[in-house]
């Protein structure tokens, strides 16, 4: 949509290599730049969080309870006289960890089930997809919920949840994209020379089929952060007294007649986090659909 | 007549395997608590003797499959065992609630659908354009807010600040339909708004697809006007997916009701199979979510059926 390139720059491109390409994409998709630099920043405040943190995430100050924004608390305090800023930077590595996690299970599930699915075929595609289908009617929360509790709750069981929650839908891609290659020529070609079907597999239909999940990975760490706050928020997640953006949530939630201040921030932390993995996504379907690109 | 009972049969049949893997999965919950399911549907201070009847009354003694059919058997007579805290049946705890988390549903399915279709009708008809990438950008912010937060934000604004809705609860819409109304509002708004963001962006790039085909050119060429292509042939050509992206969001928004309804309290299945998780009452967790996922597998073969009743090409193949 936003490309106009110069006539030269066509012509240069190919020459300059690898870093000027994606100098040359960064210029051009400057919401990219923008969600690689706020994801960028997360996972460093992630990392540094004991450094750049005012106060130690637990500490309590009996004497400062539900305060207003200040000058010693930028964000205020929370009800039991923890700094809010503190607590949103130490809740950040909590967010990312259980959003990779969730979606790293997914993939661990989904991808290999789609890909057998896929090559096999036949009736085992027939039952495997109507199963695929069975769970994929479930409400996505409501069976995370579900699980968690079967579980025993806790971040890391949530997670779990979530990634098998999501994992159906990424064995329908894949599935999906298996079935397109599987009939492409050179697999044909490629079994004619004697190739192994592991072979097939992971040199031609995998990396063929695998595109559309790189897509689907990112945009499903938007929708792992978001089941992730809602979990923390009904406290099926993150247990207190770790931070988390959905815990925090949830504790202002309590006393949002008394100071509602203390929603905004943790909803903000979400909702950008949410809508940079989101446009790091819909970025990369642009760079990576090859019908999309005009060189 | 024949015709359509044939298409009925072959839905039907369609539909079939995934009810039996549904059920299965939800039966298949009480499996992934670690230790005997005997002692977690027991509870805590169970007997060592109504220990051995539960293990005996469903089965636990005998192989998987045996179980699942004892299950299957008593659920499809409505027979839902339990509450471990209450005691009261599960089917009567699900009844009683029911009708609150379907109210707020239907309720933001319709307001959804009024604001998040033409939405995307509007865009697409303008792509291009400031409106269009307006609509494009909300709809990318709408996907991303979480719910339960605009859910607060809501009834900070208007049930506390300027007390235009009540905060929490929920009225019958039989006996009190205003009541209902004015209560379910913001819990819809909220509920609502992911689902307007995904609509809105279904329908403009499924819109879009078809007005850039090759026979609206010819259509434009014939003399037709822009309001003539939109509707005789642009809309009628996405309906049939229309409906179908409609009743996808049923389980967005049963999922979207569970945060939603802890957020004004609404005394839903939603806040039932939480608060049921928390607390351990597997048998309340497993009915709640065999409603659901009957719910919206039953939702989508009537959504199925009405397409292929819509479509003459459905209905013929």
């Known amino acids: 949509m936003t490309t106009i390139v110069q006539k030269p720059a066509l012509v240069i491109a190919p020459r300059r290599g690898r870093a000027a390409r994606f100098l040359r994409w960064m210029r051009s998709d400057i919401r990219a730049v923008l969600s690689i630099g706020f994801l960028l920043a997360l996972l460093l405040i992630s990392i540094l969080a004991p450094v750049i943190a005012p106060y130690p995430p637990n500490d309590q100050n009996v004497s400062l309870l539900l305060a207003p924004p200040s000058a010693g608390h930028w964000l205020g305090t929370d009800d039991l006289g923890r700094d809010v800023l503190s607590r949103l930077i130490y809740g950040a590595p909590n967010s990312l960890y259980a959003s990779f996690l969730a979606v790293f299970v997914a993939v661990l599930l989904g991808v290999p089930v789609g890909l057998l699915v896929g090559f096999v075929g036949g009736w085992f595609d027939e039952i495997s997809s109507r199963f695929i289908d069975a769970l994929l009617s479930f409400p996505p929360i409501v069976l995370a919920i579900a699980v968690t509790g079967a579980l025993g709750i806790g971040l890391t069981n949530a997670m779990l949840a979530v990634g098998f929650v999501f994992a159906p839908f990424l064995a329908r891609l894949v599935r999906a994209q298996t079935l397109v290659v599987k009939s492409a020529l050179y697999v044909d070609a490629s079994r004619g020379f004697g190739a192994s079907t592991p072979h097939i597999i992971w040199r031609h239909i995998l990396p063929n089929a695998i595109q559309p999940v790189i897509v689907q990975v990112t945009l499903a760490l938007a929708v792992a952060l978001l089941a992730e706050a809602a979990l923390s928020f009904l406290s099926l997640g993150v247990q207190p007294p770790a931070a988390s953006w959905g815990g925090m949530l949830a504790r202002a939630y309590n006393y949002i007649e008394i100071a509602p201040e203390q929603m905004y921030a943790p909803g903000m932390a979400i909702l950008l986090t949410a809508l940079a993995f989101n446009a790091l996504g819909e970025s990369m379907r642009v760079a990576l659909d090859p019908t999309m690109k005009r060189r | 007549m024949h ?25 298949g919950l009480l499996q992934l608590v670690p230790g005997d399911p005997a002692l977690a549907l027991a509870g805590d201070y169970a007997s060592a003797q109504r220990i051995a009847e539960i293990r005996h009354e469903y089965g636990f003694d005998q192989p998987l499959i045996v179980q699942y059919g004892i299950w299957l058997w008593h659920a499809a007579h409505g027979n839902l065992g339990l509450s471990l805290f209450s005691s009261e049946p599960v089917t009567q705890l699900i009844w009683d609630r029911l009708p609150n988390t379907m109210f707020v549903a239907v309720y933001a399915l319709i307001v959804a659908s009024a604001i998040g279709i033409p939405l995307g009708v509007l865009a697409a008809t303008r792509s ?3 409106l269009d990438g307006f609509v494009t950008s909300t709809a990318s912010m709408g996907v991303a807010l979480p719910s339960f937060w605009l859910a607060m934000i809501l009834a900070l ?20 339909p205003v009541g ?13 708004v992911s689902v307007v963001a995904t609509l809105a962006r279904q329908v403009r790039s499924d819109l879009l697809e078809v007005l850039n085909q090759q026979y609206m050119r010819t259509l434009r060429a014939k003399g037709l006007s822009n309001g003539a292509i939109l509707w005789k042939h642009g809309l009628r050509n996405v309906s049939a997916t229309l409906l179908t992206l409609v009743g996808l969001q049923v389980n967005r928004l049963f999922s979207g009701a ?10 839903g299945v939603g806040s039932l199979v939480s608060y049921s998780a928390i607390n351990k009452d597997f048998p309340v967790v497993q009915g709640v979510v065999l409603v659901l996922v009957l719910i919206v597998i ?3 073969l009537l959504v199925d059926i009405i397409t292929a009743l819509l479509d003459p090409r459905v209905a013929a193949a």
Do not use: C, M
């Not at chain 2, 015709?3 to 039966?27: D, E, H, M, N, S």
């Not at chain 2, 004015?182 to 819990?187: E, G, I, N, R, Y």
């Not at chain 2, 569970?258 to 005394?267: D, G, N, R, T």
């Open chain 2, 3 to 27: 015709k359509l009972w044939r298409l009925l049969g072959r839905r039907l049949l369609q539909f079939l395997p995934i009810l039996v893997f549904a059920t299965f999965v939800v039966f």
């Open chain 2, 128 to 130: 291009g354009t400031k």
């Open chain 2, 157 to 176: 604004q208007f049930s506390l600040y300027r007390h235009w809705f009540p905060t929490t609860g929920s009225a019958y819409f039989f006996t009190d």
């Open chain 2, 180 to 192: 209902a109304i004015s209560h379910a509002t913001l819990p819809a708004i909220a509920l609502a």
């Open chain 2, 258 to 267: 569970v945060v939603i309804e802890a957020v004004f309290a609404i005394p």
């Open chain 2, 298 to 300: 039953s939702v989508n």
